[in-house]
Nanobody, 116 residues
Framework: QVQFVESGGGLVQPGGSLRLSCAPS????????MGWYRQRPGTRRELVAS???????DYADSAKGRFIISGDMHKNIIHLQMNNLKAEDSAIYYC??????????WGQGTQVTVSL
């Protein structure tokens, strides 16, 4: 069973930064793509950013210019650097992965709160 160790969430003031990390229990090369989704109360889970291991990235419009997703193959981990955070970025952030048979895997989530 695939598991993820997620870290980096927390409380930050508006304009601040956080870096989320996600380390899978299997080789990162197991997956075709990895990324982060988020879910705010009363809303559907939405894609924030994703990366393929061919190096392609994709971002939600709300994340473009502020968030950067990256993968470290040697450390078997992905990161989401979030800058200039806004109150509307407050959500539970979930690590997500999809393998080459299109099976999907989810982390348990980490809370990000942007508030004074």
């Amino acid at each position: 069973q695939v598991q993820f160790v997620e870290s980096g969430g927390g409380l930050v003031q508006p304009g601040g930064s956080l870096r989320l990390s996600c380390a899978p229990s299997v080789s990162i090369f197991t997956f075709f793509t990895m990324g982060w989704y988020r879910q705010r109360p009363g809303t559907r889970r939405e894609l924030v950013a994703s990366i393929t291991f061919g190096g392609e990235t994709d971002y939600a419009d709300s994340a473009k210019g502020r968030f950067i997703i990256s993968g470290d193959m040697h450390k078997n981990i992905i990161h989401l650097q979030m800058n200039n955070l806004k109150a509307e970025d407050s959500a539970i952030y979930y690590c997500h992965a999809k393998d080459r048979s299109w099976s999907e895997y989810w982390g348990q989530g980490t809370q990000v709160t942007v508030s004074l």
